[in-house]
T-cell receptor
């Protein structure tokens, strides 16, 4: 158990809908990262937050947004969902955001299925 | 830009034999290198990392990896494979000289250890 929690575990929804994925980092970790894992694209970095502020942005679509709250939990919002958004979404955390040597601790993921 | 290549989608090895999972990287500066493992229906788990110093890095579960700067490689190795090592393995790189760039992951190599 990495100490990172994600809810829900599974999510099934329809095209055009909006969903929110939630992540609680390990106690004391200030950075939260979101990744999308699909069979054809592998593990893609979406976005990083450090202590409430956006720190780095990857291949995140404009339909997706995220935020980190004062208690350091984070939410990833996915809107106008398309079939191609079906994937595993992982959250990871690390103690710091600017220290490149920190390894990341991954949550169990949320499996999103868009029908 | 930084990138990682894992040239083998699948590696099969007999239990008790040595295993190698290959990784090559490309960065403009000096690399931070990581190996992660993903078991079915789980998030990624950190195995080991190279930051600087000794080219041979030892990690969890008896795994080790050798950093080779001239060949830009960071192959994962284990002297004697176990059936329980069967999983998906990811190599990741971060350019230590390019600010707050995120980790870039390879597409993963599926290791199958046969009893």
């Amino acid at each position: 158990d990495s100490g990172v929690t994600q809810t829900p575990k599974h999510l099934i929804t329809a095209t055009g809908q909006r969903v929110t994925l939630r992540c609680s980092p390990r106690s004391g970790d200030l950075s939260v990262y979101w990744y999308q894992q699909s069979l054809d694209q592998g593990l893609q970095f979406l976005i990083q937050y450090y202590n409430g502020e956006e720190r780095a942005k990857g291949n995140i679509l404009e339909r997706f947004s995220a935020q980190q709250f004062p208690d350091l939990h984070s939410e990833l919002n996915l809107s106008s969902l398309e079939l191609g958004d079906s994937a595993l979404y992982f959250c990871a955390s690390s103690p710091r955001g600017h220290r490149v040597v920190d390894e990341q601790f991954f949550g169990p993921g949320t499996r999103l299925t868009v029908l | 830009a930084q990138s990682v290549a894992q040239p083998e989608d699948q590696v099969n090895v007999a239990e008790g034999n040595p295993l190698t999972v290959k990784c090559t990287y490309s960065v403009s500066g000096n690399p931070y290198l990581f190996w992660y493992v993903q078991y079915p229906n789980r998030g990624l788990q950190f195995l080991l990392k190279y930051i600087t110093g000794d080219n041979l890095v030892k990690g969890s579960y008896g795994f080790e990896a050798e950093f080779n700067k001239s060949q830009t490689s960071f192959h994962l190795k284990k002297p004697s494979a176990l059936v329980s090592d069967s999983a998906l393995y990811f190599c990741a790189v971060r350019d230590m000289d390019s600010g707050n760039t995120p980790l870039v992951f390879g597409k993963g190599t599926r290791l199958s250890v046969i009893a």
